[in-house]
């Protein structure tokens, strides 16, 4: 029942990027948390929220399927702008809600980051960016005496970590 209301939300949210009121100025893909992601422009600032899901269907031996929600909240502030490219700092903090095949075992990561992020329109309303930065993983077990919660400090944005997003904006 929780993930038919979270895909009726997503899908309300798209649709109200197309309306004429525009209550989001962009709509896009987000590597990290797999994710569609919207932008608000404040006016300063951008204001991102990235709502991803992710579905396997149950495999030989295990317990169950596996559900995983990840949200996002990203806020962005320009620090430099050229013709087509425009350089953002940013702030933010994500929860990623993993739903592993076996019952007994899930587990809720934190997420808390900061960086920059290079973006490059190829056209007026399409563009791609990659964001490079630090963050820190509160990781943790929800079942109890499982006595494996760490936190990790991690990088991203370069190697394997490069993660390529893209948006579609309505200006």
Do not use: W
């Not at 739903?99 to 563009?127: A, M, N, Y």
């Amino acid at each position: 029942m929780n993930y038919i209301v979270i895909l009726l939300a997503m899908l309300f949210s798209t649709t109200i990027c197309f309306t004429q009121e525009k209550m989001f100025d962009a709509l896009g893909y987000e590597s990290f948390y797999n994710g569609i992601s919207v932008k608000k422009n404040l006016q300063n600032s951008n204001l991102q929220l990235i709502v991803g899901m992710y579905y396997e269907a149950k495999r030989a031996n295990d317990d169950d399927a596996e559900f995983d929600l990840r949200t996002a909240l990203r806020l962005r502030s320009k620090l430099v702008e050229f013709q087509r490219v425009k350089m953002e700092k940013f702030v933010e903090g994500g929860i990623i809600i993993d739903d592993t095949h076996q019952q007994d075992v899930s587990r809720t990561d934190i997420h808390i980051s900061v960086g920059l992020i290079p973006e490059v329109f190829i056209t007026d309303k399409f563009s791609f960016e990659i964001p490079l930065g630090v963050g820190l993983l509160l990781q943790g077990e929800s079942r109890s005496g499982a006595d494996d919660n760490s936190t990790q400090i991690f990088t991203f944005g370069s190697g394997l970590n490069l993660g390529v997003s893209f948006h579609i904006y309505f200006k």
